[in-house]
């Protein structure tokens, strides 16, 4: 790893931390700082993250962590590629920003792919491994609160960060526009949680779209935006990016989908990962905002599970690609 500045509020989670002698006097106990960091809250059975305790609903446990990990292979593989802002090898991008970079697998492909650019991850939690390309650096860090790098990137990233923001407009894309060089690329990869269906299979009392409505009136009281996918390309427009593009692409909840093997094999990864992270996404929200007890949502959750695993409704949920770049000063505008 290489020597970066270190902060209360910004420490890397591994156990390599450098930093010039001439600093290190002045700096907080490392080690006191980072096992801070790796304490953990305990509910229902899951761990939370302890920095900015509750500011985000899902656990980040070993379970969750590798949840997480499937289902960043699952979104990766829907999409083809890990981006689609226009960078290659003659146009790389040379410092990067993922927020929410979760166990950091985003962050650490695009450090291989471009070992020139310099790869910054952000999460509330140190779940990230320790062995990193030397050009990738993890950060603990609120993105909800005011960035203060000190430098400007030339691509931003997001992907699936619903239930992280309380306004994603004003802390995600509004800062990302002040922080981004003049050319450079903000992309949000998110995922609509609402359940939609295009040819009337989904009854109204469909269990899993109701859990689904559960959660965003609990995210409201949780004041936690839930569905905001299909208004990240209007903010990005209304913001002042330039160049805004979208892609659209639908997740089947499970096998449903038989126009190819490949469609159906990806619906039944995405029931695998929806089945196993009903727990992570369900209890915190339910039990502190709609009063719901463990057991009661665990229950829940059985019935859910079973309607999503039947094949007669043709569910889906929407992922939303949106990218867009910072205008150059004095380059026209129109909006």
């Known amino acids: 790893m290489g020597d970066f500045p270190f902060t209360m509020n910004s420490v890397m989670p591994s156990n390599d931390i450098k930093c010039g002698e001439e600093n290190r006097a002045s700096l907080p106990d490392v080690e006191t700082t980072l096992d801070s960091f790796r304490e953990v809250r305990k509910e229902n059975g899951r761990t939370y993250h302890s920095f900015r305790a509750g500011s985000y609903p899902f656990p980040n446990d070993d379970a969750e962590t590798e949840r997480l990990k499937f289902q960043y292979d699952i979104i990766t593989e829907v999409l083809g590629r890990n981006y689609f802002a226009p960078f290659t090898q003659d146009n790389p991008p040379t410092r990067v920003l993922d927020i929410g970079t979760g166990p950091g697998q985003w962050a650490i492909e695009i450090s291989d792919e471009f070992p020139e650019a310099e790869v910054i991850g952000t999460d509330l939690s140190p779940i990230q491994p320790n062995e990193v390309p030397e050009n990738c650096y993890f950060y603990v860090d609120d993105s909800s609160e005011e960035w203060d790098f000190g430098f400007e990137f030339s691509y931003i990233h997001t992907r699936l960060t619903f ?173």
């Open 163 to 335: 239930g992280c923001f309380s306004d994603m407009r004003t802390q995600v894309i509004d800062q990302a526009l002040r922080n981004l060089k003049p050319g450079g690329w903000l992309e949000c990869q998110e995922l609509d949680p609402v359940l939609a269906c295009d040819d009337g299979t989904m009854p109204a009392d469909y269990s899993p779209k109701q859990l689904t409505l559960a959660l965003e009136a609990a995210s409201r009281i949780a004041k936690r935006q839930f569905t905001c996918a299909p208004l990240i390309r209007g903010w990005l427009e209304e913001a002042g990016f330039v160049d805004v593009q979208q892609k659209v692409f639908k997740l089947p909840v499970n096998g449903w989908d038989a126009s190819s093997p490949r469609a159906s094999e990806l619906g039944e990864m995405w029931f695998d990962n929806l089945s196993s992270g009903l727990g992570a996404v369900c209890t915190a929200l339910l039990h502190r905002h709609a009063n719901k007890q463990f057991e009661e949502i665990e229950v829940s959750l059985v019935d859910v599970r079973r309607q999503l695993r039947s094949q007669s409704v043709h569910a889906y949920h929407s992922l939303y690609v949106v990218w867009g770049r910072k205008p150059f000063e004095g380059e026209m505008t129109f909006s």
